[in-house]
């Protein structure tokens, strides 16, 4: 088993070119702007945690296109969008219980975010 040092991951998943999908949707974020997840409820497989839905957060980092996993695992086809990474403040989350200075990143698709309020 190869094991991938910290700083070796981001590179190993952006050049892994088994998900990556061109597409014509424009880039919507960018680093810095804020974002909301939607607070949806799909049936089956989602990517989205419950704990984020509704919340707001930071885009850090575009990744690129990629096939959509929701859509994938349902038989709907890869439905290629553009996925970034974004941060969640812990307090954002969970308010008090949280531990200050602490935060969430996750990555999530187009259909994910909305711009913030």
């Not at 700083?7 to 998943?13: I, M």
């Not at 960018?30 to 799909?42: C, E, L, T, Y």
């Not at 969430?104 to 913030?116: H, K, N, Q, T």
């Amino acid at each position: 088993m190869n094991i991938l040092e910290k700083d070796q991951v981001y590179t190993a998943v952006k050049t892994n070119p088994v998900y990556v999908r061109e597409t014509t949707l424009p880039v919507r974020f960018a680093p810095g702007d804020s974002v909301r997840a939607k607070n949806i409820h799909p049936i089956g497989h989602t990517r989205l945690p419950r704990y984020v839905r509704g919340r707001s957060g930071t885009i850090v980092q575009y990744h690129g296109s990629f096939v959509f996993p929701d859509t994938y695992a349902h038989g709907k086809g890869e439905k290629p969008q553009h996925l970034y990474s974004v941060r969640f403040e812990a307090e954002e989350l969970w308010g008090e219980a949280a531990t200050e200075g602490s935060a969430v990143y996750l990555d999530l698709w187009d259909d994910y975010i909305e711009p913030a309020a």
